[in-house]
């Protein structure tokens, strides 16, 4: 079956403690992206990645990092969370750079930072 | 810079009613118009998309869109909603040959049986 997992789906914890979500797509999507939802505010987009080993920000990449070493796979990086980024993320995926095609999104992973 | 604003944040309808969404865009260039559904705790599913032709498109489950270029406007329709529409709808604009995609703040539809 065609999808985009993600892992975990539910995280709690501490402010400062490294953490990563994964992201995997098994559909040979060349683009991949990060949004988190709050509300109110709508999805925004964190990071994005057109290919491997090419990132590229959204429009809130302040706080986060992410790589993509392989095609795949786009985890996100936390490296010291602090509480507002409490929130719902989704990974999505798509052929093309997501101009032309949908996005296929994850199931979300909601994030507690307390 | 882009921004896409969603007019209505929460909107409720009985059965049968006719539904209509604003969605408005600020960006000069030419874009790819996009309305994705979040069904309560699913993710984002594409209900319809806009990239270029006919203006009014059709998508799933009885939706529809009109790209009003003048306006800068994407509002989507329903003629008729039912009970099982009730959720999330999110109007999404990117600019051709970015890999930026903006999201509306969301419209939370509540449709009463």
């Known amino acids: 079956e065609a999808q985009v997992t993600q892992n975990p789906r539910y995280l709690i914890t501490v402010t400062g403690k490294k953490l990563t979500v994964t992201c995997s797509q098994n559909?040979?999507?060349?683009?991949m992206s990060w949004y988190r939802q709050d509300p109110g505010l709508g999805l925004r987009q964190i990071y994005y990645s057109m290919n491997v080993e090419v990132t590229d920000k959204g429009d809130v990449p302040e706080g986060y990092k992410v790589s993509r070493k392989e095609k795949r796979n786009f985890p996100l990086i936390l490296e010291s969370p602090s509480p507002n980024q409490t929130s719902l993320y989704f990974c999505a995926s798509s052929t093309d750079r997501g101009s032309y095609n949908e996005q296929f999104f994850g199931p979300g992973t909601r994030l507690t930072v307390l | 810079a882009q921004s896409v604003s969603q007019h209505n944040h929460h909107v409720i309808l009985s059965e049968a009613a006719s539904l209509e969404l604003g969605c408005n865009y600020s960006?000069?260039?030419?874009?790819?118009l996009f309305w994705y559904v979040q069904y309560p705790g699913q993710h984002l599913q594409l209900l319809l998309k806009?990239?270029?032709?006919?203006?009014l498109v059709k998508g799933i489950k009885g939706f529809e869109a009109e790209f009003i270029k003048s306006k800068f406007s994407f509002n989507l329709r329903k003629p008729s909603v039912q009970w099982s529409d009730t959720a999330e709808y999110f109007c999404?604009?990117?600019?051709?040959?970015?890999?930026?995609?903006?999201f509306g703040q969301g419209t939370t539809l509540q449709v009463k049986p």
């Open positions: 559909m040979n999507h060349e683009y």
């Open positions: 999404a604009v990117n600019t051709r040959n970015t890999g930026k995609l903006i």
């Open positions: 806009y990239f270029s032709g006919d203006p």
């Open positions: 960006y000069g260039g030419t874009v790819n």
